[in-house]
């Protein structure tokens, strides 16, 4: 099965808002963070936000005040609440999980196919 399932992307106009949610399989043990990446026109993918097992988060400055992300650990399921959107967050949003691969105790990365963000002025 799909490692991890997106959901809640969509266009919407500047100040509004959206939820992307992640639910991740059930064949994924030892999940350590989980968050959202994105990929815009003409940059750099980018970490946008990030949830540890511990509820330690971590956010791109652009996003800070703006987006909030929160992890329900019985369901092994992120959600990213995206606030006062702006143009400048238009892109595919990605999933990502990370699991602490035993023996080697080094990071394996699961990715989401990607959700479109389009934010219009």
């Known amino acids: 099965q799909v490692p991890l399932v997106e959901s809640g992307g969509g266009l919407v106009q500047a100040g509004g808002s959206l939820r992307l949610s992640c639910a991740a399989s059930?064949?994924?043990?030892?999940?350590?963070?989980m968050g959202w990446y994105r990929r815009a026109p003409g940059s750099e993918r980018e970490l946008v936000a990030r949830i540890r097992s511990d509820s330690v988060t971590t956010y791109l400055d652009s996003v800070e005040g703006r987006f909030t992300i929160s992890r329900d650990n019985a369901e092994n399921t992120v959600h990213l609440q995206m606030n006062n959107l702006k143009p400048e967050d238009t892109a595919v949003y990605y999933c990502?999980?990370?699991?602490?691969?035993?023996?080697?105790?080094?990071?394996?990365?699961?990715w989401g196919q990607g959700t479109q963000v389009t934010v219009s002025s």
């Open positions: 059930e064949n994924i043990f030892g999940i350590y963070t």
């Open positions: 990502n999980v990370q699991t602490i691969t035993p023996i080697t105790r080094g990071l394996r990365d699961y």
